[in-house]
């Protein structure tokens, strides 16, 4: 079993700066590992996942360069930078988690984290 733990969330002005965690708990050997956003009456969206054995990465087109995902895997975290953050990009954002790495990415992942708001302020 994955316990999947957001942080990081908050308010922060358009072109500010914000880092997300992610800290899982439980087996966590091979996790591959993502994040989500979701606004209220929305679709989720897949912003960036990375993979847990070689660290790759794959990112949303529409970021372009924006948002920068790593890991740490001593301390099972997968962190979310998010750089001139614009207010289109509040919602309440998520991460995921799974031991199949195609499966982050297509959105169904096995483990979520509970979410945590981010709002940009204009």
């Known amino acids: 079993q994955v316990r999947l733990v957001e942080s990081g969330g908050g308010l922060v002005q358009a072109g500010g700066s914000l880092r997300l965690s992610c800290t899982a708990s439980g087996r966590t050997f091979g996790l591959s590992m993502g994040w989500y956003r979701q606004v209220q009456g929305k679709e989720r969206e897949f912003l960036a996942a990375i993979s847990g054995n070689l660290g790759l990465t794959d990112y949303a087109d529409s970021l372009k360069g924006r948002f920068t995902i790593s890991r740490d895997n001593a301390k099972n975290t997968v962190y979310l930078q998010m750089s001139n953050l614009k207010p289109e990009d509040t919602a309440v954002y998520y991460c995921?988690?799974?031991?199949?790495?195609?499966?982050?990415?297509?959105?169904?992942?096995?483990?979520w984290g509970q979410g945590t708001q981010v709002t940009v302020s204009s």
């Open positions: 995921a988690a799974d031991f199949r790495a195609p499966t982050v990415v297509a959105g169904q992942a096995e483990y």
